[in-house]
């Protein structure tokens, strides 16, 4: 308001130097404009000041000097004088017009349109900052913050675009399953309900032949009943008939006696013809008595050989009707339980659409381990080696480990551990001990070595050798007994920062009592059977077999493996392909990097070892019942439970392991159940033949 009645009742001294002071500021910054903003020029109005025309008057009036309470009439007339027709300022139209012109070059088709049609609002709110110095901190403060708000939602968008692509691909994925379901639901219903259109119309049609059979007995009944009432006519006229007989016979018998007793008279017996006569009689009368009672009981009678088949059809159609009434519940039955199966698919339906939307509200991105290949020593062609079949577990413990060396490195110095009982005897040492800063590949070298000694002294002395003293006395002997503690603490740093290779793991493992050695030679056993099974398939001595041949292979060597475990070590087998060749390269499935890093072929076979020793002291355990302690012959008879096959010699050794005694010492002591087994997973316990529970359903399961 201030602004307009500046310019209606002239300008102030301190807004005229203002505008004066942002004409000469426009004037000097026109040479340092771009090429664009030096296409606008500014117009100043007649006065030489810049115009106040205000934004909200385009095309409308400005009312002055306005009475409100003057008559319509006299408010009219002072209404058309007062009317004042603003005109828009001549710079705001040029600039309007080079926005037009800027917009109209543009080429909106692309993806980044909202960018490009963003930008001549910038240039044009630029340049209207820069001419304003009194508001140019303000407004250059607003536009600052509006860039930075845009970049900021622009990093939001650019992080999200990988969450959208995911939850699209995962929403996708369970529309996909639950289409499935449907359809499969869906095919399932029609069939169902076309048996029950099947059967409404049998049951339909078994109604209308009953009914046709009600209509064909009632139509019997009432022919047996017409039938009844003429054979009670016939028995009315038969008995008129039998009158009128009566009277027949009776006056042949008067004529008879008639004639009798002429001829009696002319000489015949009276006596004897009165005694025949009424013998006749009597004889009459027995047998009219018979054929009425016959009549009265037969009368209602149907001959036998229509009753037997009126009777046999009846049963047949009861008979029928059972088996149908037995089928229709059988039907419903299962109609009952296919809607209590979709009800409990619908709910487990919409759990998964829910754990999806929580998914996609509250799940973490999948990292990028692709980065790592830009710090980890080697480049991307290690990295790739190292995480080549891992999971992302694993690949956090390569990670930690990359860092563990790398920290390992630094060091140049150890910490002894003392001298006391309880220090291992290869780390026996006081003061500091100086890092000899090995690579992985001289550290897995040396371990191999080791073994390689180790058991070649086996062999000789017959016996085996505790591998802490046999450690030391071979790092004495290479590196004298000066370096033999530094190499110590240096190995058994490194194999303890390395678990995920597996020449370090498994000999610290040993070394620090976690593991027997009999089950690395075990594993190593089983390698070398597989190798040797392997060959043996392979006629030609060409290296490589068909994967029909593999698996048979597989399962020679492995007779107790389920199919399942059989199945994971042949797409083991088929990780390094690069073809879609049926043939298997088996030699290269046992080959290790200069690391000592398996192929993932042994490195599955050795982890099925893990889970089936695992697997077999869990079915020990549940064997064993709920007790806290067991003795020796309750131990062996759940032994012989869970595995019938296994020999008493390996039995002995299973006992021993687990009561820490030898074969010809007493065993009958009790220890509880959980120290059996942590001895037991020491060991190298595994099955012999094959499970009484599972032998059954392991066809069944492969199948």
Known sequence: MAARRAVRGGTSPESSSEITSGQTHIRSAKPTLPKKQKALSLQLSARGQWSMWPAFAAGQTVL?????????EERTCSNEQ???????????????????????????????????????????????????????????AIKNEYEATLAHQKEMIRALEPLKAMVTTVSEECTQQILALQEKEKVEINTLKQEKHHLLKFIDNMKEEKCSLQTQVEHLQMSVAEEYTRYLQEYGARKLLLAKLNDMHNEQLNVKQHQAQEKAVKGEDVVKLTLALKMARQDLTKAQVKLNAMTAEYGDVV?????????????????????LRKDFDQLHEEYGTLLEIHRETAEERD??????????????????????????????????????GKSSHQLVDVLLEEIGTGVLKEMNVFRGWGKGNKVPVHLRYEGEVKNKKPTKKDVVNILKDIWKEKTALDQQTGKRSSLPEFFLSYLQKKYGDASAVEWSYTLSEYMRLCPSNHVMSSFYEILTG?????????????????????????????????SEQFRMALREAFPLKRRDAIQELVDASMFSL????????????????????????????????VSEKQEYLQELKNSLGDVTEVDADDLKAAFCRIDPEISDQTLDAYIGLAYQVRREQPDQEVVPVDTILERLCVGDVRRVGPSPRKESTTDFEGE
């Open 64 to 72: 002055r000097n306005h009475k409100p309470c003057s008559a319509p």
């Open 82 to 140: 007062a009317l004042l027709t603003i005109p828009k300022p001549r710079h705001l139209e040029q600039l309007e017009s080079y926005l037009r012109k800027e917009l109209q070059t543009l080429d909106l088709t692309k993806g980044i349109s909202q960018e490009l049609k963003l930008q001549p609002y910038r240039e044009i709110f630029e340049f209207f900052i820069d001419n304003f110095k009194t508001y140019k901190p303000l407004l250059s």
């Open 303 to 323: 001959p036998r050989r229509r009753f037997e088949s009126l009777e046999k059809k009846y049963s047949d159609l009861l008979q029928e009707m059972k088996t």
């Open 351 to 388: 759990s998964f659409f829910t754990r999806l939307q929580e998914a996609e509200r509250s799940h973490t991105p999948r990292p990028n381990w692709a980065k790592c290949s830009e710090v980890i020593p080697g480049g991307a062609e290690r990295w790739d080696r190292l995480a080549k």
């Open 514 to 546: 976690k593991v027997a050695e009999e089950q690395y030679h075990s594993q190593n056993q089983l390698i070398s059977d597989l190798q040797k099974e392997l060959a043996a398939y392979d006629s030609y001595s060409s290296g490589s077999l068909p």
């Open 578 to 609: 690069d073809s879609d060749d049926d043939f298997i390269d088996y030699i290269s499935l046992f080959k290790e990097d200069e690391e000592g890093n398996p192929e993932p072929f042994v490195a599955k076979l050795r982890s099925q070892y």
